[in-house]
């Protein structure tokens, strides 16, 4: 397309949307545009044609329909967290301002909008010792986060959110609104459940909340050894499925508000969130420290779930190790010698690797622990890759070439096969998305 019909595409495009959406309507020049278009990610500029700030669904589907008779791509963006994928061109729909949570205690359930964070479900729970399947950041998007998957400090317990999902209004391609659920279009509700934002815009979402108020959360540091990281793969396998665990390998800075001693040396920082009962907690913990203490520094405490920060590590590399031998685990105390990376290894299991018959395509969930580096070297992935599965996860894969790889083989194939069906032409194309058959066949809906 040349310049002179780019300018009047632009100019059509805005001007439609101008007329038919409530919320604001952003062009590129102004202001409220530059602060709209960039997500989270410092590497990515984007430069869509228009930012579309949703005000309600009227405006969602406003948006969709204008994208598509325009022939332009079109992004979702609540908080930033999960983009991967620059939306040059496209309509750039935030729904940051859609936000509302509704607590029925009596079901432990929650609705919520699609611009909803966390915090604001932690805060709307927690008066009914209610919590949600968070994850370790209050900031992140519910419905983004959801959609991944979701893996929590509660899910060795009670399961991924996209597991604890139980309704889900979606605007499709097409521009039905459909309320999906068990007995309502199951196709879409499984596909939903952890297999990304590629299927529809999800308007609302209803999910469970669980009977979690006081939990014992917080952070152990210990020295650094590889018998410590080593007696860590047998010690995890052992532990009840109300006890999350995560073994970080970390530099520590050399800060004045870093505790004195910690500063300026490598240790194992132990993650902990034990929802049962706070007298256990320390029993349960007693062999790993047996194993790899002394404790240096003690930052444990029992406190309102909603109030446990566990924070994270980016994931730049990540892959599903099966056990932790020895060879890997040299393999990867090189790497945070030679560049200072932190490395983390969770424990997952427990109600994550339930495949019953109602379980989404969320994760791989028979492999035991996740492995991530922040700062990995270039021959990482190689010298790992004899120990790992190569599996990946939504919620921590950057790279939108390896979406499949997030998937079972038998899942990536009932995945397909919904996309296909529900969006055939691809129009859901920006981020994880899952690449519909190249022999479409739509039935009737």
Not at 199 to 222: C, H, K, M, N, W
Not at 239 to 252: F, G, K, N
Not at 321 to 341: K, R
Request: overall charge neutral; aromatic content about 6%; glycine content about 10%.
């Amino acid at each position: 397309m040349n310049r002179i019909a780019t300018i009047a595409r632009q100019s059509t495009l805005d001007g439609e949307l101008a007329r038919v959406v409530s919320g604001g309507v952003h062009t590129p020049g102004s202001a409220a545009y530059e602060a709209l278009r960039r997500p989270l990610r410092a590497d990515l500029d984007p430069r869509p044609a228009v930012v579309v700030e949703a005000a309600n669904v009227a405006d969602i589907r406003a948006s969709l329909l204008a994208a598509q008779r325009h022939g332009v791509p079109l992004a979702v963006q609540a908080t930033g967290h999960g983009t991967h994928v620059a939306a040059d061109d496209a309509v750039l729909l935030r729904t940051t301002d859609m936000t509302s949570v509704l607590v029925d205690p009596a079901r432990r359930v929650a609705r919520v909008g699609p611009g909803t964070r966390w915090s604001q479900v932690l805060a709307a729970a927690a008066p009914f010792g209610l919590a949600p399947l968070s994850g370790s950041s209050p900031t992140v998007g519910v419905t983004g986060y959801t959609l991944g998957g979701g893996v929590g400090w509660l899910a060795r317990r009670h399961g991924f959110a996209a597991d604890s999902v139980v309704r889900a209004q979606v605007l499709t391609a097409d521009g039905r609104l459909l309320t999906t659920g068990p007995d309502q279009y199951p196709d879409l509700f499984w596909a939903l459940r952890g297999g990304g934002g590629g299927f529809g815009i999800v308007t609302s979402l209803e999910f469970r909340l669980y009977p979690v108020d006081q939990v014992t959360a917080g952070f152990l540091y210990v020295p650094l050894s590889g018998e410590a990281v080593a007696f860590y793969g047998g010690w995890a396998s052992s532990l009840p499925d109300d006890l999350s665990t995560a073994l970080v390998v970390r530099r520590m800075p050399g800060t004045e508000d870093v505790p004195p001693a910690l500063r300026d040396r490598s240790v194992i920082m132990l993650k902990v969130l034990h929802s049962g009962d706070p007298a256990h907690t320390r029993r349960l913990l007693a062999p790993m420290i047996a194993a790899a203490g002394p404790v240096v520094h003690d930052e444990l405490r029992v406190l309102p779930y909603a109030q446990a920060a566990m924070g994270g590590t980016a994931a730049r590399h990540l892959d599903f190790f099966p056990a932790l031998p020895t060879g890997a685990i040299t393999e990867l105390l090189a790497d945070h010698a030679a560049t200072g990376s932190t490395i983390e290894i969770r424990h997952w299991g427990g109600a994550m690797a339930d495949t019953g018959p109602d379980a989404g395509p969320a994760g791989h969930r028979q492999t035991p622990f996740s492995v991530i580096l922040d700062t990995p070297r270039a021959d990482t992935a190689d010298r790992l890759a004899a120990y790992g599965t190569g599996a990946t996860f939504l919620n921590f894969l950057a790279d939108t070439g390896r979406t499949p790889t997030a998937f079972s083989a038998e899942n990536l194939r009932r995945l397909r096969a919904v996309k296909r069906f529900y969006d055939p032409d691809g129009f859901f194309r920006l981020g994880h998305t899952v690449a519909a058959p190249t022999h479409p066949h739509r039935r009737a809906a």
